[in-house]
Structure formats: C-alpha cells, structure tokens
C-alpha cells in the first residue's frame, strides 16, 4: 500500500524557518518526481514546489523561490521541504504529493 | 507563467443533475491536466488525469474532456458525496498551476 506521511509542521515566528519532512513507502520512492502543495485557511490549493526522482531538478512556484528548498534523500525513501523567511501567507496545510496519492498534510502556522 | 481560469467558483445543484465545471488555460498544456476532489478537512484526490482518463475507483458519473486550452469535467448525475471542492491542475510547464477552485453543493 502507497503512503505518504508528512512531519515538521508546528507554530512558527514570522521570519523564522522549518523544515518539513514526508516519509514514503509502498513503491520505488527513487523513481517518482514527487511535489509539494499547500492549502491555507479559506483558499484553494497551491502547487510549492517539485523535484525529479534524482534529485537533480527542482522547481518552485514563484510565491517561494529563494525561500523554499525542495529536496530529497533516496536512500531514506524521504523528501525535504526547507522554509526560510516563513511569512503569514506561508500558513497552511502542507501535503507531499506524487498525485494520485496524497499524505494527510502537515499544519504550518506562521505567528506575527 | 500558465493562468487556469476556473468558473464557476462555486454552485449549488440538486441529487441527480447534470454539473459541469470548466477551466480554460492562458495557452496550450497539451493533454497535461487532471481534476482533483477535496472533502473538508481530507486529502485531495485525483479523479481524472490526462486531460479524460478516469482514475481507478472513480466512479463514472465523473467524466472529463477538453484540448488545447479549454477543459471541462462533468458529473452525470450528482450524488450526495459529490459535495466537495474541486480543482484542475495544469503540470505541463513549471510552475505548475491549480484553479481557483469550484465549490459544489447539494441543494
């Protein structure tokens, strides 16, 4: 069975950093690109970022870049999401995703 | 970047309509695009992927179609779990990007 289990998310500082985790097992992690994609309170989905199944390719949506590292650690069937400068709109639920399967999200909240 | 443009945003429809939403794309996204569902407080899920094929387990009231830049998902006949919000996704160029979303209802 895929799953896909998301860590990491907590009550954060404006201006401060987190890293979320996402835990996969059930297929061949290292041969899926795999994303990132938000939800905050009261508003749509959001697509953060992407990474190829090397590792070698990321992208990210412009909302993020330069405050966002996507990464990933074949060996231990888990990817990475590193947040710096974190700002309110940064609140949300976050899911790692290989799109036809889902993690259950992890909860950020940005403080002021 | 690639704008989806989503309407409607939201709409309320009785048990056994006809519903269909519809998203139209800055430019072309060839057939890279699939509609998601999300119930309050669950994961998203994936009902259809490239552009009209449906995921295993969906049921067949849900339909897709469309090209080029104009995409619609259809539900044949609205049932009472249908109420949800759903989304497509365009993952043909970086960024990829959602719609705004459409809010579906039972009256």
């Known amino acids: 069975e895929v799953q896909l289990s998301e860590s990491g998310g907590g009550v954060i500082q404006w201006g401060g950093s987190l890293r979320l985790s996402c835990t996969a097992s059930?297929?061949?992690?290292?041969?899926?690109?795999i994303s990132w994609v938000r939800r905050a309170p009261g508003k749509g989905l959001e697509w953060v970022a992407a990474?190829?199944?090397?590792?070698?390719?990321?992208y990210y949506a412009d909302s993020v870049k330069g405050r966002f590292i996507i990464s990933r650690d074949n060996s231990k069937n888990t990817l990475y999401l590193q947040m710096r400068s974190l700002r309110a709109e940064d609140t949300a639920i976050y899911y790692c995703t290989i799109f036809n399967y889902w993690g259950q999200g992890t909860l950020v909240t940005v403080a002021s | 970047d690639i704008q989806m443009t989503q309407s409607p945003s939201s709409l309320s429809a009785s048990v056994g309509d006809r519903v269909t939403i519809t998203c139209r794309a800055s430019q072309g996204i060839r057939n890279d695009l699939g509609w998601y569902q999300q119930k309050p407080g669950k994961a998203p899920k994936r009902l259809i992927y490239?552009?009209?094929t449906l995921e295993s387990g969906v049921p067949s009231r849900f339909s897709g179609s469309g090209s080029g830049t104009e995409f619609t998902l259809t539900i044949s006949s609205l049932q009472p779990e249908d109420s949800a919000t759903y989304y497509c996704l365009q993952h043909n160029y970086y960024p990829w990007t959602f719609g705004q979303g459409t809010k579906v209802e039972i009256k």
């Open positions: 490239g552009v009209s």
């Open positions: 059930g297929f061949t992690f290292s041969t899926f690109g």
């Open positions: 990474i190829s199944y090397s590792g070698t390719d990321t």
